[in-house]
């Protein structure tokens, strides 16, 4: 019972962690810098899998608010997160699959060098038999990935496979960042949408058609998708 409350505790403090991180974006760097080694402790692989979860999940969201902040703990984080996506447990994998799409994301120079290691290590959890939120952020990461430094990975050929997984109904907060992803290589280059044109179509009607699915939407996104679909 005791070891149970202290799991609750755990969670609240980095649920927390994460809320003061999205209300302070990138103010909270100089705060996170003394709390990153307090995370990293969870981290080790003697934790057991819940710990580890909560660490690189709560490391997660509070650099996707730090932004360029964060490219401090790449150097950490890289052989942690290389070893979470081969992780046992799900929640580690998913969890390490969106923190990589978060330093792709937020610091594309400095992870560019990585780049198509973490895609290597991101397309296992791409298969039929993984679990749906684990494969939903591997998804996520990759659209993350071209966001960040489309040169760095064969955008063209990774259209095709936002397109087939669109829209995600594991982790339905990802939909959003994969159809950011889509309608930026639109604006770019049209043209590489175009093979996919009826899937993205598609999957933006169903998105678009519910409405607990359009709130992880922004109302620009939304007009942009229906003036796509038109």
């Known amino acids: 019972d005791e070891d149970d409350h202290d799991q609750v505790l755990i969670d609240a403090v980095a649920e927390l962690l994460g809320e003061v991180a999205k209300a302070f974006k990138e103010a909270f760097a100089p705060h996170f810098e003394s709390l990153f080694p307090l995370l990293l402790k969870y981290v080790k692989p003697s934790r057991q899998a819940s710990d580890r979860f909560m660490a690189i999940g709560a490391i997660a969201e509070s650099c996707s608010h730090l932004k360029q902040h964060a490219a401090p703990y790449i150097p950490h984080m890289l052989p942690i997160l290389a070893a979470g996506l081969q992780d046992e447990s799900p929640g580690v994998r998913r969890n390490s699959a969106f923190c990589c799409g978060v330093f792709c994301l937020n610091c594309a120079e400095q992870m560019g060098p990585y780049a198509m290691q973490v895609l290597q290590g991101l397309q296992p959890l791409l298969k039929e038999d993984e679990q749906e939120e684990v494969r939903d952020n591997a ?86 998708m229906v003036a796509f679909i038109a």
């Open 139 to 224: 998804v996520g990461a990759i659209a993350r990935m071209i966001r960040g430094s489309p040169t760095s990975v064969p955008t063209a050929e990774l259209v095709g496979l936002l397109a087939e997984h669109l829209p995600l109904t594991g982790d339905e907060d990802e939909n959003g960042e994969v159809v950011t992803c889509l309608l930026t290589i639109y604006r770019g280059s049209p043209e590489a949408l175009n093979p996919y044109l009826g899937k993205i179509v598609s999957a933006f009607v169903a998105l678009l058609a519910e409405e607990e699915r359009a709130k992880v939407l922004s109302d620009t996104a939304k007009a942009e």
